[in-house]
């Protein structure tokens, strides 16, 4: 398991994503959600996206290129053209500080399928 | 940049024009209504180079705001961007050509086409493709293969206009100082106008021309065309033109205006006596900002072409783009015209009233569009097409003691706007580019 540091609460308003670069699981995309915070993969299922560069809505993410979209806490995908949920970290708060918790077992596992 | 559209070549001009577009002489031939040749000559060297009409300011306020339309056969997306600006993009996909919005007008983040899942965000640039690795394995440049963007955007008074030719003149120069006319409809008040409800569509069996020609000097029908309906409308007949002691045909460039001074004759024909009088209201104040000449413009019995296919009348308010489709087609695209400060049941009233004269079940538009679609079906028979048509009335009508700006002749039972609008109809058809073009205006550029 990786405590990955993802931000500062601070530098994160709510109902706002911002992406983290991290070369080592992918890039995490951390969300605020009326003062709830979680983390899930960056990248789209479907097709080469950020979705930190897409807009929430509710619970929902929306992917910026083909608008499919993902339920944040959960990441389930909700249809075509997104049909593979996307991966969701556990997310701690210490102080100020927002951590990702990232199985490092289940990442290999991913890569596989 | 790169997503800038290609400029097409040049064809040459066909041969012989002169024998059915004669202005001199004052004679064309119904052989310019029904010619194929004719029609894609002017797709190329009219429709693919000067400004045309493509939406009003209002009906797109914020970012992702569009609406779609042609310009000539080619359909466009007109969007409002982030920074304000408004893009125009050609309403096909650059990777098989597929149409990508197919609404009439919408808020969006942006287009994805129905095909591949190429996606496109407000500013026309490409954000991605279903299975974009393929492409991503092929070096593919996704810079290069945005929405292809019209050359040139800009407006006035809220009437926005595009051009594909990057070399077209700015539209400043394009209108001249047909400006000053169009302000006493577009910007008699504060804030200007808007457009109220969407845009009605029709189709009819005409000629573009023809349908702009009337709308850009042609009052002379209205008395005779049009009385059965104005007695509907106004329990009388349509006011005598020839007894107005003042009245003008202003052009330039091919745009025309005709013009009598009497505030409220265009007006009259809605049958709302409301109107009459919002307009009675406002033109003092219309007076101290555009000058008493102009007040008394604003609902008067007129009409205004601007070249080739954009056309108004003040009064009734309505506003249009004869959209060709084919030499003997056209779809009417029409909205209705207000001022933003109006009260809104004046703005209601204008609506209702516009849709009972000028709508495909309009009073007025009925009588027009029979005339119009035989003006052009007769020219179907070989021989009759090729018989000249009179268009000389008013051929020594110069203005040249007036102050006025623009080409100003004396009357509106004139053709002379007609003739000024087929002669840069001729002009442009000759003309391999806008160097090329004659300028025949005589006119002042500004008001004395």
Redesign the interface.
């Known amino acids: 398991m990786d405590k990955v540091y993802l931000c500062k609460i601070s530098e994160l308003a709510e109902n706002q994503v911002k992406r983290i670069d991290n070369s080592e699981h992918g890039d995490i995309a951390v969300y605020n959600l009326g003062g709830n915070f979680y983390a899930t993969a960056d990248l789209c299922t ?4 950020s979705l930190a560069e897409g ?1 929430i809505e509710e619970e929902m993410i929306t992917c ?4 499919g979209q993902f339920h944040i806490p959960t990441g389930r995908a909700q249809g075509f ?1 997104c049909e593979t949920d996307l991966r969701t970290y556990p997310v701690e708060v210490e102080g100020d500080a927002i951590y990702a918790l990232v199985e490092v077992a289940e990442s290999a596992l991913i890569a596989k399928c | 940049m790169s997503n800038i559209i290609k400029t097409i070549d040049v064809t040459d001009s066909l041969e012989n024009l002169k024998d059915v577009c004669d202005i001199e002489n004052g004679r064309i031939a119904g052989k310019i209504f029904y010619d194929q040749a004719i029609y894609e000559q002017e797709l190329e060297k009219i429709f693919a180079r000067c400004w045309l009409f493509v939406a009003h300011e209002s009906q797109i306020p914020n970012t992702g705001d569009y609406v779609t339309t042609t310009m000539g056969e080619d359909e466009v997306i007109v969007i409002r961007q982030k920074d304000g600006g408004i893009k125009v993009f050609l309403n096909a996909c650059p990777h098989r050509g597929n149409k990508v919005c197919f609404a009439e007008s919408g808020t969006t983040r942006g287009f994805i086409c129905n095909y591949h899942g190429w996606s496109f965000n407000v500013q026309g640039n490409l954000v991605g493709q279903h299975e974009s690795g393929i492409y991503e394995a092929s070096d593919f440049d996704k810079a290069k293969w945005g929405l292809k963007e019209v050359a040139q955007v800009d407006s006035w008074k809220g009437l926005v206009f595009a051009t594909f030719d990057p070399q077209a003149p700015t539209l400043q120069e394009y209108l001249g100082p047909m400006t000053w006319y169009l302000d006493a409809l577009f910007d008699n008040q504060e804030g200007g106008t808007e457009f109220v409800g969407g845009c009605i569509r029709s189709t009819y069996d005409c000629n573009w021309k023809i349908a702009a020609e009337n709308f850009v000097g042609d009052i002379l029908h209205a008395g005779w065309t049009h009385d059965s309906a104005a007695r509907a409308m106004l329990g009388g007949s349509v006011a005598k033109v020839s007894d107005f002691e003042e009245s003008y045909s202003v052009n330039w460039n091919g745009h025309g205006y005709e013009f009598a001074l009497d505030t409220v004759g265009n007006v009259a024909v809605l049958g709302e006596s409301a109107l009459n009088k919002y307009l009675h209201t406002i033109k003092p104040s219309v007076a101290e900002r555009l000058g008493e000449f102009r007040s008394n413009m604003i609902g008067a019995v007129s009409s205004c072409t601007i070249f080739p296919n954009f056309s108004f009348l003040a009064g009734q308010n309505t506003v249009r783009v004869w959209q060709p489709r084919g030499p003997n087609k056209i779809e009417l695209f029409t909205w209705v015209v207000v001022n933003k400060s109006a009260p809104q049941e004046i703005k209601e009233k204008w609506r209702k009233g516009a849709m009972m004269t000028f709508s495909p079940t309009g009073v007025f538009e009925m009588d027009d569009g029979e005339n119009w679609e035989y003006c052009t079906k007769t020219a179907k028979g070989r021989v009759t097409a090729a018989q000249d048509l009179y268009i000389g009335l008013g051929m020594n009508s110069r203005a040249s003691d007036t102050s006025l700006p623009g080409n100003v002749f004396k009357g509106q039972l004139n053709e002379a706007n007609a003739r000024a609008y087929y002669q840069q109809w001729f002009d442009h058809l000759n003309a391999k580019s806008w160097k090329e073009l004659p300028n025949r205006n005589f006119g002042k550029q500004e008001a004395e």
Do not use: L, M
Request: hydrophobic fraction near 40%; aromatic fraction near 10%.
């Open positions: 479907h097709a080469t996206a807009d910026p290129v083909h608008w053209p």
